[in-house]
């Protein structure tokens, strides 16, 4: 028999919650540093499963002060949230008004009683979006809380016009970022993902509800903003199979006696690439429909080791997290046009075939450019200046390095090759635009080849140091997000320094 547990049976109606809290952290040791988090971004999306009408939601953070929270989503009903002082904390808090004059909360959620798809909460998809019965929020802390609850703010039925939070809290997860160091000097850093058991037990002495994890992810190589994390977002938030991390887990808090530890919380971990600037997860919890011990209500998985769900033992969807931690991992990283190649004092980047390496912070690296036969080294770009053979810097996040060689022929390279061609003697390279979703992106002069409208035309060559001015263009209804790859930013207009080739990312609303 399964355990009668009738406390929270309102979490087996498919509810859809999701919250990540950022954390800007620098190791205290330098010589151990290797990667800093500068920002990570959370949106959820979540049901109103309490059964009543409610008009407002609320975070309650331990451990944080209201200035510790810059920044929050507000393209839905309740608009900016207020962020208050606690007797712990801080509380970010979505709320209407009250109207006075006819006694109401001019806006609110109405309980969730449809199944739910993607984009369903979203304030720009009208049809659904008024009688959905969810709400799309977004929030982050620059600092590491230490508790969170998440509530429904309910209309107090002793206290007509007042909102109180709704209890039982609603199960929202709290994913915790930190990077590890690396195990041995030089090598990759490691971005550590935690995420802590949603629903407290009742009492200390009990386990607390159990959900199924399960966990995608995906690494870009350019910074993620809030607006992103959506999940309507294919382009940014990962959904594929091919990009599951972890499949179903079993997470439940436990008691200090009588739990292995292995359930309260489940630990995720990558190698922080030096090109990865953000590393984007989307974690989904489903009811545990299976049995609890009917003591200690701990889960009995019919596998024995709840790693694998019966068919019978896995229920609604309980929540979907698009969280995105923004990472600048201490690296040099090499790019080189024309014929030669450019080698490190300490051999680990070989600029021909290995461009990049990651470092400790700190760490003084010498560059030596080496033309091919038949060319002469021009000169570096960006950390490195001038024309001298060798240069030296000091990985402190990721270095940029460019190194210009001649070519003898046009089109050519040998050494490695990889960068631009010359025609007419004049070095010459391709900018490239990519889009996330539709929208126009324009470049201002045109290339030597063709105008660079994408759109239309996504790629031109300009001859070597040309400034370009790209300007991006969201369609009606739409909006330009943000730049990643050269440009960055989220104003819709970026330049860039055409010394070797470039990709352009340009984001666009869904």
């Known amino acids: 028999m399964k355990s009668a547990r009738p406390r929270r049976s309102a979490r087996n ?56 929270v810059p920044y929050s989503f507000s393209t839905e009903r309740y608009g900016a949230p207020k962020v208050l002082p606690s007797a712990n904390g801080a509380i970010v808090r979505w709320d209407s008004p009250f109207d006075s004059n006819t006694q109401q909360f001019p806006e609110r959620t109405l309980p969730h009683t449809v199944p739910w798809f993607p984009g369903q909460c979203y304030q720009w998809n009208p049809a659904t979006y008024q009688d959905s019965g969810c709400e799309h929020f977004g929030t982050g802390v620059t600092g590491n809380p230490t508790r969170a609850l998440a509530n429904w703010l309910c209309e107090d039925p002793a206290n007509p016009g007042t ?21 041995a000097v030089n090598n990759p850093p490691v971005l550590v993902v935690e995420v802590p058991a949603p629903e407290p037990a009742e009492s200390p002495e009990l386990f607390g509800d159990a959900q199924w994890l399960r966990v995608f992810k995906v690494e870009l190589n350019h910074e993620v903003q809030l607006e992103q994390l959506l999940a309507d977002n294919p382009g940014v938030v990962p ?47 489903y009811a545990y429909t299976g049995q609890y011990d009917p003591i200690t209500h701990e889960a ?10 019966a068919a019978d033992e896995i229920g609604d969807l309980v929540s979907v997290q698009m969280t995105g931690a923004n990472v600048l991992p201490d690296a040099v990283l090499v790019t080189k046009s024309g014929n030669g190649n450019v080698d490190s004092g300490d051999k680990l980047i070989s600029c021909g075939s290995k ?37 030296t810097v000091t990985a402190n996040g990721p270095v940029n390095v460019g190194a210009t060689f001649s070519t003898p022929t046009a089109g050519g390279g040998g050494g490695g090759g990889g960068g631009g061609g ?43 140091g040309t400034a370009v001015a790209l300007t991006a263009t969201p369609p009606a209804g739409k909006q330009f997000v943000s730049w990643g790859g050269a440009c960055s930013g989220t104003v819709n207009t970026c330049t860039v320094s055409v010394n070797a080739n470039l990709s352009v990312q340009a984001n666009f609303s869904k």
């Open 163 to 183: 909102l109180i939070p709704n209890n039982p809290p609603t199960a929202v997860p709290m994913p915790v970022y930190y990077v590890q160091p690396p195990v």
């Open 422 to 464: 010359t025609t007419g003697g004049t070095t010459q390279f391709t900018l490239s635009v990519g889009r996330s979703n539709p929208g126009t992106v324009i470049a201002t002069p045109n290339g030597v080849d063709r105008a660079l409208n994408c759109g239309n035309a996504c790629s031109a060559k300009f001859n070597s």
């Open 355 to 391: 461009c990049n390496q990651s470092y400790n912070a700190g760490t003084r690296v010498t560059l030596s450019a080496k033309p091919g036969s038949g060319s002469t080294f021009l000169g570096w770009t960006g950390a490195c200046i001038g024309t001298a053979g060798s240069c």
């Open 13 to 68: 109606r498919g509810t859809l919650a999701a919250l990540a809290f950022s954390m800007l952290t620098a190791p205290t040791i330098a010589a151990a540093q290797s990667a800093i988090i500068y920002g990570s971004i959370g949106n959820f999306d979540i049901s109103n499963d309490t059964g009543l009408t409610c008009h407002g939601f609320q975070i309650e953070l331990d451990g944080v002060t209201p200035a510790q």
């Open 239 to 285: 959904m594929d199979p091919a990009q599951l991390e972890s499949s179903y887990q079993i997470i439940q808090d436990e008691p200090a006696a009588g739990g292995n530890g292995k359930r309260k919380r489940h630990r995720h971990q990558g190698n922080i690439d030096p090109t990865t600037r953000a590393v984007v997860r989307r974690i989904e919890t």
């Open 300 to 309: 009995l998985c019919a596998d024995g080791t709840c790693n694998a769900p």
